[in-house]
């Protein structure tokens, strides 16, 4: 950036002998450009008139100098910097997403919103780090949806910080099933189960805890062949549809199934439509859910480790056959689970 020196004042400090050298500073605004410059003047020309020449060429040629100076910069990172990350990178509708956040100084709490969902995350006690996970429905449109974060640092002091995050169109295919008709077609007694049901599992999704009780990355719960991706359109029977809002693994009845992560066991009881369910909470608004069981072995209420043996595969509630179906919910949206397997998380 270049500066101009148009600010000068000249002092002329002469020897105290006479023929002594005289001696004319220059001193320039702003001073930070050039604090002064020194001008030796032989005692020869050290008379009024000369002297007087040689000011009026200093305030005539000086003023009109310029001289370039290099931006300043900073050795430390701004103090207003805020480090947001997420992967995916590629998000797309119906996308679980891991977002880390690194905000300017240390904070006691950090709350963020995304998509009209409340964002919980939790700190890594080795640095000033943040964790949470979020996601992006199925219905989401391709856009860019601005994350906001507000955070309070120890001594009170409100931040806060917006990030827009892009959510891009996934690819999802369509299939057709056939099912016993009670599935499609209820009576009114199969009705008033469906029903109630429901009601089970709107209690249990009304009990999401904020806090984080995942630990590192999840797991598979079986090593088996995926048979149906999340996001298929199926046509049940040629009339019924409904979106696959899970992971289908084809294993036979009997295979031991294991909880993704750790977590608190919601619910573990049989449904009509889910047959023997087992819903585990993992904190920050994630839930999973295992279903057709053939067997269930963990409570309501009981604390699981990921790896741990919850239930054995089966083929109860609406199944074509024996299988595992699992699904990933957060926040009342349901989520790719192999995606969610994919990612590495702290």
């Known amino acids: 950036m270049s500066q101009s020196l148009t600010d000068m004042q000249l002092m002329v400090f002469k020897g105290s002998k006479p023929g002594s050298t005289v001696w004319i500073r220059a001193c320039f605004t702003p001073a930070s450009v050039l604090g002064s410059v020194e001008v030796q003047i032989s005692p020869i020309f050290a008379t009024t008139r000369h002297r007087n020449v040689l000011l009026a060429i200093l305030f005539t040629v000086l003023p009109l100098y310029s001289l370039e100076v290099p931006a300043a910069t900073s050795k430390s990172k701004s103090a207003d910097s805020w480090s947001v990350t997420w992967q995916p990178v590629g998000l797309v509708n119906g996308s679980p997403v891991i977002l880390r956040v690194t905000p300017p100084e240390r904070l006691k709490s950090l709350t963020g919103t995304w998509l009209k969902h409340e964002i919980y995350f939790s700190a890594d006690s080795q640095s000033k780090v943040w964790y949470a996970i979020a996601g992006a429905s199925l219905e989401t449109r391709p856009g860019n949806y601005p994350l906001e974060l507000k955070g309070v640092t120890a001594t009170g002091k409100d931040l806060s910080f917006e990030k827009p995050i892009a959510v891009g169109k996934g690819k999802y295919h369509s299939i057709a099933a056939s099912v016993p008709k009670k599935y499609t077609e209820p009576n009114p007694e199969q ?84 047959g023997n369910c087992v819903i ?14 053939s067997k269930i072995e963990v409570k309501a209420g009981e604390h699981v480790t990921g790896g741990q043996k919850i239930g054995v595969s089966g083929g109860t509630g609406r199944a074509t056959g024996p299988h595992l179906h699992v699904a990933v919910r957060w926040e009342g949206v349901y989520l790719n689970p192999e995606t969610l397997l994919g990612l590495q998380l702290p």
């Open 280 to 293: 585990l909470d993992h904190g920050q608004g994630l839930l999973t859910l295992y279903m057709h069981l």
């Open 191 to 274: 009705l008033q189960e469906i029903n109630q049901d429901k009601a089970i599992k709107e209690r249990a999704f009304a009990n999401v805890t904020p806090e984080r009780e995942w630990a590192g990355s999840f797991h598979p719960p079986v090593k088996a062949q995926i048979s149906d991706v999340f996001g298929t359109s199926r046509t049940f029977n040629g009339k019924t549809q409904s979106v696959h809002q899970g992971l289908d693994y084809a294993v036979p009845e009997g295979t031991p199934v294991a909880a993704l992560n750790s977590g608190t066991v919601l619910l573990a009881q049989l449904l009509y439509f889910e």
